[in-house]
């Protein structure tokens, strides 16, 4: 089994070559990166080696390296109990799959995507290290939910081959890619991206670097607005996502997507959109904060809306 450098995990599986990704002469891609180890960059890694493209993630440990790659041979193991996904295909895409905990496993990529915490200063400190580890030419994205594409990617100094590609949870499943075009973003580099989001038969819609993109500046209004209900009192959970799915024949109602989407995740989105258009509705609600404070996170934590704490 190979090995990654710098005491890296190394390669979790044995590589496999398919044809390079293409959309037209000077759009290729060969390999992506996954910076990440978290729901979405696992999802995000699920989805590039299922679609034939060879993908390295990189994990901030050995043992969350080992952890995700598990998770996603998991994954793909239900999609197969499922019918989703044939074993053989299921098969290729863990070959196609490495695991490293070396950021130097990046400089071969020509697309790396970040996926870390909804943090700023978290994010700038990635993208300022992938400036130095990554090669010339190489299209950096960051999958920040609510902060600005620019300011996360602009300490790589990658101005015009850095973007954003806002994935939705569960990657593997939801359809729909936002792709983020900065102000310094090239024409080339968002067809990188459209071409990338087309191998994963990703849905795409392009849009401006702003808070909330368009999904999130629209939605977070309304599950706020459910919250609030909520604490008004007269109506349950369960009434008001029933109401949602079937009044609207939404999928889920708010509460579910909420533990879905994580109430963290949720909380900062929430806080960001306030910040950056006050009285558009995005106030946080006191419920929200409060569950988050006991760490009722939603589904990954077992309890959120949907599985309150008792007590």
Known sequence: MPTGSGGAVGAARALEAPEALKDGPDVTVGRVGVLGSGTMARGIAECTVLAGVPATLVARSPEKARLAVDAVEASLTRSVRRGRVHPDDRARALRLLQVNDALAALSDCDLVIEASAEDLVVKRSLFAALGSVCRPGTLLAATTSSLSVESCTETADRGSDALGLHFFNPAPVMQLVEVVRTPATSDHSMAVARAFCARLDK???????????????????????????????????????????????????????????????????????NQEFPGMGCEPPLALEQLVAQGCLGRKAGRGFTRPVSG
């Open 203 to 273: 849905t795409v819609v392009e849009c401006a670097d702003r808070a909330g993109f368009i999904v999130n500046h629209l939605l977070f209004p309304y599950l706020a607005d459910a919250i609030r209900m909520l604490d008004q009192g007269g109506v349950g959970i369960e009434e008001i996502d029933t109401a949602v799915q079937q009044g609207f024949g939404y999928p889920m109602g708010p509460f579910t997507l909420l533990d879905s989407i994580g109430l963290d995740v949720s909380l900062a989105i929430l806080q960001r959109l």
